[in-house]
């Protein structure tokens, strides 16, 4: 696609569910990020994946966050069990190849009541 | 890991100054550093990137500084437009903390007519 692309845009879910957000990155990209932004904050880095390697996890908060990214391609951030202070944007990004300008998405806008 | 903090939260400029955003890292083996614009309810926007084998580098209206001696890294916006008006995030990666893009806290950019 011609860029980076998350769904769904906005997300409301009631405390203790589970929840799925997607990313496609741009085509061909081997570097996939996933960062969480709270309202007027930075970006907290979650979760690195890079071409077939081990990702980097070490950002993920808890032990009810994972990611996953298919065949190279798509990924998925599942949150378990949520509470309300996962309510935040969760954002995607990709690049070409480590170590190049990152393209972000629009971002999941998730919203635990 | 890698630090990456900003000096001033928030930056009020007169259209047509110019602008300089600061930028601390505490990695002196990163090697990597952007700059991204952020839009309210937007995805980070790349705006120029440099690497530390350079010390400046220019694009459109934008200039990076690259300090490694003092682990510094500054935004300038010459000639600031209302359209300049985002938050403003720098982020490094290499080093210790791998091919991951760690950013700093953000600083807003706000501009008066």
């Known amino acids: 696609g011609a860029g980076v692309s998350q769904s769904p845009s906005n997300k409301v879910t009631e405390k203790g569910k589970d929840v799925e957000l997607r990313c496609d990155p741009i085509?061909?990209?081997?570097?996939l990020y996933w960062y969480r932004q709270s309202l007027g904050q930075g970006l907290e880095f979650l979760i690195y994946?890079?071409?077939?390697?081990?990702?980097?996890k070490s950002g993920l908060p808890s032990d009810r966050f994972s990611a996953e990214r298919t065949g190279g391609s798509v990924s998925t951030l599942t949150i378990q069990r949520t509470q309300q202070e996962d309510s935040a944007v969760y954002l995607c990004?990709?690049?070409?190849?480590?170590?190049?300008?990152?393209?972000f998405g629009q971002g999941t806008r998730l919203t635990v009541v | 890991g890698e630090n990456v903090g900003l000096h001033l939260p928030t930056l009020s400029v007169q259209e047509g100054d110019n602008s300089i955003i600061n930028c601390a890292y505490s990695?002196?083996?990163?090697?990597?550093f952007i700059w991204y614009k952020q839009e309210s309810g937007k995805g980070p926007q790349f705006i120029i990137d440099?690497?530390?084998?350079?010390d400046k580098r220019q694009g459109q209206r934008v200039t990076v500084l690259l300090n490694k001696t003092v682990k510094h890294l500054s935004l300038q916006i010459a000639a600031t437009q209302p359209g300049d008006s985002a938050v403003y995030f720098c982020?490094?990666?290499?080093?210790?903390?791998?091919?991951?893009?760690?950013f700093g806290g953000g600083t807003r950019v706000l501009v008066k007519p």
């Open positions: 990004a990709s690049s070409l190849l480590q170590g190049y300008e990152a393209f």
């Open positions: 085509s061909g990209h081997t570097a």
């Open positions: 994946f890079q071409g077939n390697s081990a990702p980097d």
């Open positions: 990695n002196s083996a990163s090697d990597y």
């Open positions: 440099i690497r530390s084998n350079m």
């Open positions: 982020a490094a990666s290499g080093g210790a903390a791998g091919n991951k893009l760690t």
